[in-house]
């Protein structure tokens, strides 16, 4: 494997709504982030992506964009923005911005004219339709839930949008649209950008013409995935975006792919792929119902494993996954995947391990490192995240009553991940002086930064060191390019894979249970206990593992 820039280096995702608000006004801003540069810099942190800043009525959390090129007033402004990439680069941080491009904000200048005249110029950015003997052009359902054809008023004309109705998808079949879009991508690359984190970039593909799959709803639409595995031919503007911008600026990428089809993985993350890297989204997609949350069920720690695993068997000799545990679309991991038991700083350490170590960029999301947790909503209107009240709706089509239906949604909700930042156990937990846009998990006074840099056992103590237990150069062999070889795959309960270098090999073994697991290792010369969240016993060759254990050995290769 030809070595990149970014292989070695371990990632953070900033949600700044809600990482750190300097003005009092219960936003958080570019000035909070940089203030905080230190503090990622200490966590060992090379790649920074930032959830997006620009221009954006907010329908949909700044994931629809009103100006590719303007910084919204509300984050700070342009300087803020240059000063930020100037201080991270101080610092070897590379800055990604979100690259949200299927779609636009229905209050983009385009969209704007394209309303005016939907046969048009700028109609013809998007996807424009009427009825034909009463009949829209298909019955796909929106991630947000409803159509995805939304009325202009006044018309008898139809845009599609496959989220948020305020997100009018751009159409990519007209070859103006994608110029513009790769315009605007160089212009930032210029600006300093290490690259981007890559939104929704399957959908830009649609299967056309359009038409009906088969309804798996009772009203009659069908799911976004059947959808993305009809289209074919996606690579072919992937690989156009790959060559007239990334690639000249040597430009990281992480794309956010659903539904990939193995066959394709190499094109997108092989040597010279259309990405970098893209996120394994197999765990958080394990369990998930095309009917809706309230019909999902959360992972075991077996089927955990088994989507980590297939993945790194996809992955080999192929190119290097992201990995995460959550992110802003996500419930918070440690209260998603860990058994109840496991739910306290020994297991969140366990967990952090296990996923931090397999191949691939390893991605951190804010407040991961303190082991921040869901949140318990009682009520809907604690809700602002525009997916959950969807679901919430759904919940409630289907006859649950208001407390199974909040039951379901603090489980699966996004604001779980969207809470402000716990920094310390002032008000607020330091996020803001004013009123948080969103309220602040009470359990702050608990799990903040500030108790956690004081106490030398700490959640975010560990991530620390397992962050610089990955960017050891003397290990790179194995924790960077070596492969993943799963261990006692068939032990339940136990999550074991060898990391196996040119020089030397790792194991990584983590207990989900609250009984003992024994671990024997004898295939070496040499180990040594390199990381653990426990004492760690010996019976001859092997390894007792406590309930919600994990060790990091290092084993000398033999003669
Ligand atoms: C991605 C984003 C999500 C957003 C959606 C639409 O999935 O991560 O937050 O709602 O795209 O842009
Ligand atoms: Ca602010």
């Not at 829209?136 to 409803?146: M, T, V």
């Not at 094109?267 to 970098?276: I, L, T």
Request: aromatic share 14%; glycine share 8%; with cysteine.
């Amino acid at each position: 494997m030809e070595k990149k820039w970014w292989h070695n280096k371990i990632a953070y995702q900033i949600y700044p709504k809600s990482f750190q608000d300097t003005n009092g006004d219960g936003i958080g801003d570019l000035k909070g982030i940089i203030q905080h540069l230190d503090y990622l810099q200490k966590l060992g942190i090379g790649i920074l992506w930032i959830s997006p800043v620009y221009v954006s009525p907010c329908a949909d959390q700044g994931y629809d964009i009103a100006d590719y090129y303007q910084i919204d007033p509300m984050f700070g402004t342009m300087e803020d923005m240059e000063e930020l990439l100037k201080e991270a680069k101080k610092r070897d941080i590379n800055v990604l911005m979100d690259l949200v491009v299927n779609h636009c904000s229905d209050e983009h200048e385009w969209f704007q004219k394209a309303c005016q005249n939907p046969e048009g110029e700028y109609g013809k950015y998007f996807y424009f339709a009427k009825k034909e003997n009463g009949k829209l052009p298909c019955n796909w359902r929106s991630y947000f839930g409803g159509s995805v054809w939304e009325p202009l008023p006044g018309t008898d004309w139809y845009y599609y949008h496959s989220f948020h109705k305020k997100q009018p998808d751009l159409n990519w079949e007209n070859p103006n649209v994608r110029q513009e879009i790769y315009k605007m991508m160089n212009w930032w690359l210029e600006k300093g950008l290490g690259g981007f984190r890559v939104d929704a970039i399957i959908n830009i593909k649609k299967p056309l013409p359009f038409c009906d799959f088969p309804a798996d709803r009772t009203d009659g639409t069908c799911d976004m995935s059947v959808v993305v595995n009809h289209a074919r031919g996606v690579g072919e503007f992937l690989g156009e975006m790959r060559d007239e911008t990334f690639q000249k600026y040597n430009a990281f990428s992480v794309g956010e792919v659903f539904n990939e089809k193995e066959e394709e993985l190499s094109d997108f993350m092989g040597e010279n792929g259309y990405f970098s890297t893209m996120f394994d989204f197999s765990q958080t997609n394990e369990g998930k119902s095309p009917k809706g949350w309230y019909d999902s069920k959360i992972p075991t720690v077996d089927a955990y494993k088994k989507c980590c695993f297939n993945s790194q068997r996809k992955a080999k000799g192929i190119g290097m996954y992201s990995n995460i545990i959550e992110n802003h679309d996500e419930p918070r991991g440690v209260s998603y995947y860990l058994p109840k038991a496991g739910r306290n700083d020994k297991g969140k350490k366990l967990l952090g391990t296990v996923y931090f170590l397999l191949k691939g960029i390893p991605f951190i999301y804010q407040g991961q490192e303190l082991g921040m947790e869901n949140m318990t909503f009682t009520d809907i209107d604690q809700i602002d995240d525009i997916s959950s009240i969807a679901e919430y709706e759904e919940c409630m089509r289907v006859g649950l009553t208001k407390e199974e239906a909040m039951k379901v949604i603090s489980q699966y909700s996004r604001d779980n991940g969207r809470t402000p930042f716990q920094w310390d156990n002032t008000e607020n937990a330091g996020f803001t002086t004013g009123t948080p846009w969103l309220a602040v998990n009470p359990d702050y006074v608990r799990i903040n930064a500030k108790a956690q840099e004081e106490n030398p056992d700490s959640v975010l103590q560990y991530y620390r060191k397992l962050s610089a237990l990955r960017r050891k150069p003397e290990y790179e062999d194995a924790l960077i390019y070596g492969e993943v070889e799963p261990y006692m795959e068939s032990e339940e309960g136990l999550m074991a894979y060898y990391r196996r270098g040119e020089k030397q090999d790792f194991l990584i073994a983590g207990n989900f249970t609250e009984e003992e697991k024994k671990i024997y290792v004898d295939d070496t010369k040499e180990k040594e206990v390199v990381l653990t969240n426990d004492q760690v016993e010996w019976k001859e060759k092997e390894l007792i593992l406590k309930p919600f254990q994990v060790a990091v050995l290092r084993c000398q290769k033999g003669n």
